[in-house]
């Protein structure tokens, strides 16, 4: 019966609404909503574990015990504690949600709170449990269930090698289940730039996806029957007009530089700018950035989803192409910040040339990825009420307009590669193994922005 019920319970896992009875039956008081991961990889995590354990030794056939009441009355504990353990999870991954208030600058103070979850921190926890309950512990209770099976069969009592046979198997599980336990308590336990990394990367993921639907709009394959045959269209590509397919041209270069922003700083977390002792970024600064991480993503994402959908509402365009500036450059700024102190320190741990290196790198790359977004905004002819007359020209003169956008096609194909090169040639491979697995759509997209390499020359 207990067995049954915690099948059903990890069936029930991923339900998301808890009601008030199951909340009651949680063996330990919910701990607040900051101290859950904690909790997870501490206590309840653990306590899994050791009731695992202990089930190994108590249903061992060759206890003189087997079989009699006693025996069963003391694995039946075991599995009412486990059953108790896996209903707090489920609490647990139910309370466990995407932090809200949190101060949106770094002078605030005091902070409204000194923790914050991302919504890709959740759902990742939440996932290491889901397929931990669901793979190698559902695995333990049908090995379970098979050994109480056999031993209420009619084996004769002289006879415990079928009975052997199941409880081996039931250790097997067991032990797997303890590894996967072991490969979640350290994964939770990990330090906040791991998580950090994880995040930029998942940033990078999110940037590309956006890259491949938008070249897809570009491509008239995607979207047209093929002659001679029907082909199946992407259901999240649509038909461009002139203006659209513009906008879809100059909003490439900014995507590409956001990618390659959260590129380098994934690949930072590996390097001992933010590891080596003396030059390890704080908890606080990390925590900052990952809350303005989320904000960028959701900002990139309505970028590229702007410049596709709204080709009649250029001043939307402009909107969002502001706001996602804005976004990043409240991140900058601390890696400015960061780096000057290093070299202000004097500190013969720090390594003061690398130091130098990345904060050029930052400085160079913003400098590109403002003239991107001035080229993008340029190049929809909307004019902000309140901009001065010399921008209002610039912006009206249709060549230059189209000067700047071949520019930034430039800027887009060749800077964006060759930034990296010369930065760290380490760090090449990695780069340049994405623009190879998307040659023909980025050949596309230098074709529809053109060539100028005398606007790069000119940055």
Wanted: hydrophobic share 35%.
């Amino acid at each position: 019966m207990v067995i049954t019920r915690l099948s059903e319970r990890v069936d029930e896992h991923g339900v998301q609404v808890v009601s008030a009875s199951t909340r009651a039956r949680v063996v330990n008081k919910p701990p607040p909503q900051r101290d859950i991961p904690n909790n997870l990889a501490q206590i309840t995590m653990p306590a899994l574990k050791r009731y695992l354990k202990r089930l190994i030794v108590d249903t061992d056939p060759s206890n003189p015990k087997c079989g009699t009441q006693a025996w069963h009355e003391a694995i039946l504990g075991k599995l009412i504690e486990i059953d108790a353990v896996t209903n707090e999870l489920k609490v647990l991954m139910c309370m466990f949600t995407p932090t809200e208030d949190y101060p949106r600058t770094r002078h605030c103070e005091p902070p409204l709170q000194s923790f914050y979850f991302t919504s890709f921190q959740v759902s990742n926890t939440k996932e290491k449990v889901n397929n931990l309950l669901t793979g190698p512990f559902r695995h333990v209770l049908a090995a379970c269930g098979l050994f109480f099976d056999c031993l209420s069969s009619d084996n004769p009592p002289s006879d415990r090698s079928a009975i052997t046979l199941k409880w081996q198997n039931l250790v097997e599980t067991i032990n797997l289940s303890i590894d996967s336990i072991d490969s979640t308590i350290k994964w939770l336990g990990r330090p906040l730039l791991d998580t950090a990394k994880d995040e930029w990367q998942h940033t990078v993921r999110k940037i590309e996806e956006s890259l491949r639907l938008l070249l897809k709009h570009l491509n008239p394959n995607c979207h047209l029957s093929k002659k001679g045959h029907e082909s199946e269209s992407d259901p999240d590509v649509v038909i461009l007009d002139p203006t659209g397919v513009k906008f879809v041209n100059i909003g490439l270069p900014v995507l590409k530089l956001c990618r390659l922003y959260f590129n380098r700083l994934s690949r930072l977390t590996n390097s001992q700018l933010f590891v080596k002792p003396a030059m390890e970024l704080e908890s606080d600064c990390l925590t900052f950035m990952l809350t303005h991480t989320e904000s960028v993503q959701h900002c990139i994402e309505q970028f590229a989803s702007t410049i596709r959908k709204s080709p009649s509402c250029p001043g939307s365009v402009v909107l969002r192409a502001t706001i996602l500036i804005g976004a990043l450059f409240d991140i900058s700024p601390l890696l400015t910040e960061y780096w000057d102190c290093l070299l202000a320190s004097e500190d013969p741990q720090v390594d003061q040339e690398a130091v130098a290196d990345a904060r050029l790198w930052l400085e160079c790359w913003a400098s590109l990825f403002a003239r991107a977004i001035n080229n993008a905004n340029n190049s929809t002819g909307y004019i902000f009420p309140g901009l001065e007359p010399h921008d209002e020209e610039d912006t009206d003169d249709e060549e230059d307009t189209d000067d700047d956008e071949d520019t930034d096609g430039e800027q887009d194909t060749d800077d964006e590669d060759g930034f990296i090169e010369g930065f760290d040639d380490d760090e090449e491979d990695d780069d340049e193994g994405y623009v190879a697995e998307d040659d023909e759509e980025d050949d596309e997209d230098e074709q529809a922005n053109g060539s100028a390499g005398e606007g790069v020359d000119d940055e």
